[in-house]
C-alpha cells in the first residue's frame, strides 16, 4: 500500500478546538479536545506513515459537519468512508463497538464476548484505548463491568457528557451542553 497523503482539519466543535484527518480511502483520525494519548504522530508512527501531510478542510468537511451534528444532538449516526487501521483483533473489537447503538452501553467483557474472546477483557480495553476514531466507532459507550466510567481518550468529563447527552436524546432531541 502506498503511503497516503493525510488532510487534517481543525475546527471548533461544542466540545472544544478538535480535528480530523483523512486520507484518500477515507476519515482515519479523530482529535478530541485535550485528549490524553500519544495523537496523530503516534497514530501515524504506529502505522508507519511517513510524513505526507496537509492542511485543509475541503476533504474534511463532511466529516466536520456529521460530527458536529452529532455533538449538537441532532445525530445519531455517522455516514462516512473510513481509513480504519490497526490490528486484526483491533479492527475486531472496533466493529463490535461500532455496533453499539445510540443510548446504549455494553461492557468491555460484553465485547469481548460479541467477538468470541471472553478471556480477552483487558486486550478490548487496550484496543478501546487506541480507537482512532473517537465519537465515530463510539468508544465512549464502553462500560465496566458494574456500568462504572473508565478510561477514555477525551477524559472521563467528557464520557460522561457524551452518555449524558446520548441518554437524555434517546427520549427527547436536545443539544450537547
Given at each position: 500500500?502506498?503511503?497516503?497523503?493525510?488532510?487534517?482539519?481543525?475546527?471548533?466543535?461544542?466540545?472544544?478546538?478538535?480535528?480530523?484527518?483523512?486520507?484518500?480511502?477515507?476519515?482515519?483520525?479523530?482529535?478530541?479536545?485535550?485528549?490524553?494519548?500519544?495523537?496523530?504522530?503516534?497514530?501515524?508512527?504506529?502505522?508507519?506513515?511517513?510524513?505526507?501531510?496537509?492542511?485543509?478542510?475541503?476533504?474534511?468537511?463532511?466529516?466536520?459537519?456529521?460530527?458536529?451534528?452529532?455533538?449538537?444532538?441532532?445525530?445519531?449516526?455517522?455516514?462516512?468512508?473510513?481509513?480504519?487501521?490497526?490490528?486484526?483483533?483491533?479492527?475486531?473489537?472496533?466493529?463490535?463497538?461500532?455496533?453499539?447503538?445510540?443510548?446504549?452501553?455494553?461492557?468491555?467483557?460484553?465485547?469481548?464476548?460479541?467477538?468470541g474472546?471472553?478471556?480477552?477483557?483487558?486486550?478490548?480495553?487496550?484496543?478501546?484505548?487506541?480507537?482512532?476514531?473517537?465519537?465515530i466507532?463510539?468508544?465512549?459507550?464502553?462500560?465496566?463491568?458494574?456500568?462504572?466510567?473508565?478510561?477514555?481518550?477525551?477524559?472521563?468529563?467528557?464520557?460522561?457528557?457524551?452518555?449524558?447527552?446520548?441518554?437524555?436524546?434517546?427520549?427527547?432531541?436536545?443539544?450537547?451542553?
Open positions: 500500500m502506498k503511503n497516503p497523503t493525510l488532510m487534517t482539519a481543525r475546527f471548533e466543535s461544542p466540545i472544544g478546538r478538535m480535528s480530523v484527518t483523512s486520507s484518500d480511502q477515507g476519515l482515519c483520525y479523530v482529535g478530541l479536545p485535550r485528549a490524553n494519548g500519544r495523537g496523530l504522530e503516534g497514530w501515524r508512527r504506529r502505522h508507519a506513515i511517513e510524513e505526507s501531510h496537509t492542511v485543509g478542510g475541503d476533504s474534511n468537511r463532511e466529516a466536520i459537519e456529521q460530527i458536529v451534528s452529532f455533538l449538537d444532538g441532532r445525530r445519531e449516526r455517522f455516514d462516512l468512508a473510513l481509513d480504519l487501521r490497526g490490528t486484526p483483533f483491533q479492527i475486531e473489537v472496533y466493529e463490535a463497538v461500532a455496533s453499539i447503538p445510540y443510548g446504549e452501553r455494553l461492557s468491555y467483557g460484553a465485547i469481548a464476548d460479541c467477538i474472546r471472553p478471556a480477552a477483557v483487558r486486550a478490548v480495553g487496550m484496543a478501546n484505548g487506541a480507537n482512532p476514531l473517537p465519537l466507532i463510539p468508544c465512549h459507550r464502553v462500560v465496566g463491568k458494574d456500568g462504572q466510567l473508565q478510561g477514555y481518550s477525551g477524559g472521563l468529563g467528557l464520557k460522561r457528557k457524551l452518555l449524558a447527552m446520548e441518554s437524555a436524546s434517546v427520549t427527547r432531541q436536545g443539544a450537547f451542553l
